[in-house]
């Protein structure tokens, strides 16, 4: 199917994407951008330099050649509650449905947040946040649908909130009406070669859940998760790289502009993915196209943007189109980042074998037995892997 489609695009829209390679003797030469030297050549040192001169570079060249530029300024924000049930779960959990408003020149979006909480808690509790870019069924708060893409009930019996909002609210996923959403707030984004497009709302839309978060005093600020599957995956990755108040990112299958390196050319390309969904990323972007090599960043970068904080990987055995070796590639070559905070990466040289997870922090990684999914199985090593770091402190 897949094949057919990239045919189609090469012969009758006239395009230059070439066909996808799934040979890893056919993948080219390349060199990583280097992580730890600025843009002027100088080395960094130490965490310092780090966060004072490297991470900003590497934030302004994710803005912009790929993402788009994250505008912060927004005139007021509303919380209005819209449901609540105390004794939702047969009583083991209080579901919560938050309107969160957000108001910047005389327009508004709303993001519609559904969350469910342990009862009966005496402390705050951490969570998961969801960006759910599937069927809003999969976070649907009344349980008579559930599905493994959002096992809201495991979540709770493990003694962690679990939230949600749909990408729909901040951008529709689709080419003629993503504009419909966040970015009637800033309508000067879309003439931009560098402004923000659907990817970059839906992070911006996950950093306005943060703010609510921080003020609902029984979720533990201090451990709050951003998750991501396939596209989501690739804004939670941009999303934990822009807010550091996410204490951990988890990016699910998130491929080509999530954890995969580009300049592999392996499975979904830069070409490909701006051909297929140019209103993902930033126009500046697609002079990248079949250019891999001359991108000032590949993935690697982004993901060493959340240092300190902790980044979870996945892949699954037939997503090639994901490239699984690339994206281990890219999370392992991030670890001199952890590094400069002393934190040592536990991820062996060469990807794990299936159904091996690395669950040590503060870089994890699992590559599943299936397809392009997000199962039950992965939630299960998301929770592990949070677990040993939040009860080690």
């Excluded at 934030?59 to 994250?70: A, K, S």
């Excluded at 779960?89 to 979006?109: H, P």
């Excluded at 991030?334 to 922090?361: H, N, R």
């Excluded at 397809?371 to 199985?377: F, S």
Aim: aromatic content about 12%; proline content about 6%.
């Amino acid at each position: 199917m897949k094949f057919t489609i990239a045919i189609f695009f090469l012969f009758t829209l006239g395009c230059s994407v070439k066909a996808q390679n799934y040979d890893e003797q056919l993948v080219p030469q390349y060199v990583l951008p280097q992580l730890l030297k600025t843009n002027n050549g100088k080395p960094v040192r130490n965490k310092t330099e780090w966060e004072t001169v490297r991470r900003p570079e590497i934030i302004h060249l994710f803005e912009e050649n790929v993402y788009g530029q994250m505008p912060h300024d927004i005139d007021s924000i509303k919380y209005i509650p819209s449901h609540t049930d105390s004794v939702a779960m047969n009583g083991k959990a209080v579901l919560k449905q938050i309107d969160i408003n957000v108001f910047r020149r005389n327009k508004s979006v709303t993001i519609h947040l559904i969350m469910f909480i342990p009862a009966n808690v005496n402390k705050p509790v951490p969570l998961f946040l969801l960006i759910n870019n599937r069927d809003k069924n999969n976070t649907d708060p009344s349980r008579m649908v559930k599905t493994e893409f959002w096992p809201a009930e495991q979540i709770i019996n493990s003694g962690y909130a679990i939230a949600a909002f749909h990408v729909s609210d901040l951008a529709p996923d689709n080419n003629n009406t993503f504009m419909n959403g966040a970015l009637q707030l800033y309508p000067e984004q879309l003439v931009a070669d560098n402004g923000m497009r659907a990817i970059g709302a839906w992070a911006w839309g996950a950093s306005r859940v943060m703010d609510y978060l921080q003020n609902d005093k029984i979720i533990d600020s201090r451990k709050i998760a951003i998750v991501g599957h396939s596209r989501g995956g690739k804004a939670a990755l941009w999303t934990s790289a822009q807010d550091t108040r996410f204490a951990m990112c988890f990016a699910n299958c998130s491929g080509n502009t999530g954890a995969a390196l580009a300049r592999r050319r392996f499975g979904e390309t830069v070409a490909r993915i701006n051909t297929n969904y140019p209103y993902w990323f930033c126009n500046n972007y697609k002079k990248f196209s079949n250019r891999e090599n001359e991108l000032p960043v590949d993935q690697h970068m982004l993901i060493a943007l959340s240092a300190p904080r902790f980044v979870y990987t996945t892949n699954a055995t037939k997503d090639l189109w994901a490239d699984p070796t690339g994206s281990y590639l890219s999370i392992k070559n991030a670890e001199p980042v952890y590094a400069l905070f002393q934190l040592t990466s536990k991820l062996p040289a060469t990807i794990p074998q299936a159904d091996s997870p690395v669950l040590q922090y503060p870089l994890g990684y699992h590559l599943r037995t299936g397809i392009h999914d997000l199962t039950l199985y992965d939630w299960r090593n998301f929770i592990a892997f949070a677990n040993n770091y939040y009860r080690a402190k």
